[in-house]
């Protein structure tokens, strides 16, 4: 009997050590431009960027840290800043520093030469002053405009059973969207042995030809493996990046294992989404408002968190006489927002949003504080936060004409922005203008 306790203490502290997050450092990289969103991009950093309604990009990968306890989180930022920094500051401050849990943003600083970020791995070398007192064992790098639900936690064990030097996140893929992204070939034990960065003619599967394995940009490194790694690089001549520099010479001489992702969105096709052009973007949202959406935004065991600002219930009036409508179907409706008489139809409305009478919105994203007069017609557009559609407008049902005054995206969605029209000048009643 002393044994078997004895054996079953030893096997409780060893899967307690391999789940143990406390010597983990999350590094999130949220400097990027962004260009193929722009216009969206125009004034604020991609992971800045609203998404659903209430959230912004970035609220999925911290929502990732802190629901796999990974309470160290440093966030490098870079491009239009500025509304990210407060965003993560009003947002996510809510863990304890003197427990030495945190969720700090920290800005380009040139500690190493006069450059800003030359590339991923160039962005950990600047920033190394500040990861390598940490004293993790382990830095999880992670980017900061991915929406998925993935428990990091288990991604950490399979790294300490393996005794990896670095860990590779990977889902399979079509073949025919690989070229986007790291693939990875990797042997019957899931170590890696080749991987190319976004390769014309990606490497499949030995068993489907017709799928590659694809990298997520999620990556696990030993701290003393990263600190070296990113030195040498900073010696050549390089691009900077991980995926193309660093991770194929790690391949040569260190242990890299693929760690399969393994979804918490509870639903049978994985999710994974890099929005990554305007296209992508809305077609994420518009997932959101199907009945049974892929992505699940409702799941109490794996909550995404934002920051949510004091504004009123959202408000639906059909009362005025005339008045046909005033009702929002199969669409996401945020606090703040009032539907006055207007129809909107598989639309996501942001916070503070206002469709005025007999207007119809319809598959639309509507960012925060943008109002729409009377009686426009509204469809498959985006318009950018605190922007005021004049009464009459109508947007989205002649793209040649819409392609005179807006943004118009290669799949045909309009974007609407202060450059298009007049921004909204702020009500007494309404929430004061903060850009971002």
Known sequence: MERRAARSSEWGKAMVELYDMRDVLAVVLAGGQGERLYPLTNERAKPAVQFGGQYRLIDFTLSNCLNSNCRRVLVLVQYKSQSLVRHIREGWGMLPGDLNEYIESVPAQKRVGEDWYLGTADAIYQNMFSIAPTNAKEVLILSG???????????????????????????EMPIEQANRFGVLSVDYTAQVTAFEEKPMNPASLPDQPNTALASMGVYIFNMDVLKEAVIADSKRQTSHDFGKDIIPELIKTHQVFAYMFRDENKKSAQYWRDVGTLDSYWEANMDLVDIDPIFNLYDSDWPIRTHLRNLPPAKFVFGAEGVRFGAAVDSIVSLGCIVSGGLVKRSVLSPNVRVNSYSHVEECILLQGSTIGRNC????????????????????????????????????????????????????????????
Request: charged content about 30%.
């Open 145 to 171: 405009d991915h929406i998925y639900k993935m428990n990091y936690g288990e991604m950490i064990a399979f790294h300490r059973r393996n005794k990896a030097a670095l860990t590779i996140a990977a889902l």
């Open 377 to 436: 017609r509204v469809r498959r557009a985006i318009v950018e936060r605190d922007i005021y559609v004049p009464e009459n407008t109508t947007i989205g049902y002649d793209i040649r004409e819409d392609a005179k005054r807006f943004h118009v995206s290669p799949g045909g969605i309009v974007v609407v922005t202060e450059t298009d029209l007049t921004p909204r000048i702020p009500n007494a009643d309404r929430v004061p203008y903060r850009a971002g």
